[in-house]
């Protein structure tokens, strides 16, 4: 089993609609849960940081953790066709490792 | 500010040669990360430092590979006798001091291609 998981896509989804990420971790331990998005060539790019359980919100972007589930999600309401790209569900397992899971492929189609 | 740099962007060599691969954090940060990035997968941790000391390398897939930061600043990442299967994104990225859960800020990364 994999430490982080997620399903590799390509996910396609209409302009305006909600686009939904799911991740899920085996290390029961972690505390800290991250979304990155990267674009083809390009490095990855933090957009949402969680620590507790709940929803958190930033603009169309909202990051959902349940920690007894092992279960990370990332809401992209309004999607937009600048928000294709690979989006990277990391988690720190240590004080010092971030284990990232494969990525999800998204594709915003108009 | 400037963020993290990386030389070069692209790297080719032969197999069996040595390269080393360079990385600048963003000033002031004191934890420095090194990964790879293969096609189609997230990043893989290789190393951390925190100052000049390495405080986990257990990512470092082999004793082929080798990294110093020796100021605590700019870090090196060595790789020596270089293999096909080596080719790959190799991403750093640093944070202010290190602690759980604290933003990492991403370079963009060499790419090397092993021939």
């Known amino acids: 089993q994999k430490e982080v998981e997620q399903n590799s896509g390509p996910l396609s989804v209409p302009e305006g609609a909600i686009a939904s990420l799911n991740c899920t971790y085996s290390?029961?331990?972690?505390?800290?849960f991250f979304w990155y998005r990267q674009y083809s060539g390009k490095s990855p790019e933090l957009i949402m940081s969680i620590y507790s359980n709940g929803d958190k919100e930033d603009g169309r972007f909202t990051a959902q953790l349940n920690k007894a589930s092992q279960y990370v999600s990332l809401l992209i309401r309004d999607s937009q066709p600048s928000d294709s790209a690979t989006y990277l569900c990391a988690v720190y397992s240590s004080a010092s490792k971030i284990i990232f899971g494969s990525g999800t492929r998204l594709s915003i189609r108009p | 500010g400037a963020g993290v740099s990386q030389t070069p962007s692209n790297k080719v060599t032969e197999k069996g040669k040595y390269v080393e691969l360079r990385c600048d954090p963003i000033s002031g940060h004191t934890a420095l990360y090194w990964y790879r990035q293969s096609l189609g997968q997230g990043p893989e941790f290789l190393i951390y430092?925190?100052?000049?000391?390495?405080?986990?390398d257990s990512g470092l897939p082999n004793d082929r590979f080798f990294a110093v930061r020796p100021e605590g600043s700019v870090s090196t990442l060595k790789i020596q006798r270089t293999e096909r299967g080596d080719s790959a994104v190799y991403l750093c990225?640093?944070?202010?001091?290190?602690?759980?859960?604290?933003?990492?800020?991403f370079g963009p990364g060499t790419r090397l291609l092993v021939l």
């Open positions: 990225a640093s944070s202010l001091t290190g602690t759980a859960g604290e933003t990492q800020y």
């Open positions: 290390d029961r331990g972690s505390q800290s």
């Open positions: 430092f925190q100052g000049t000391g390495a405080a986990d």
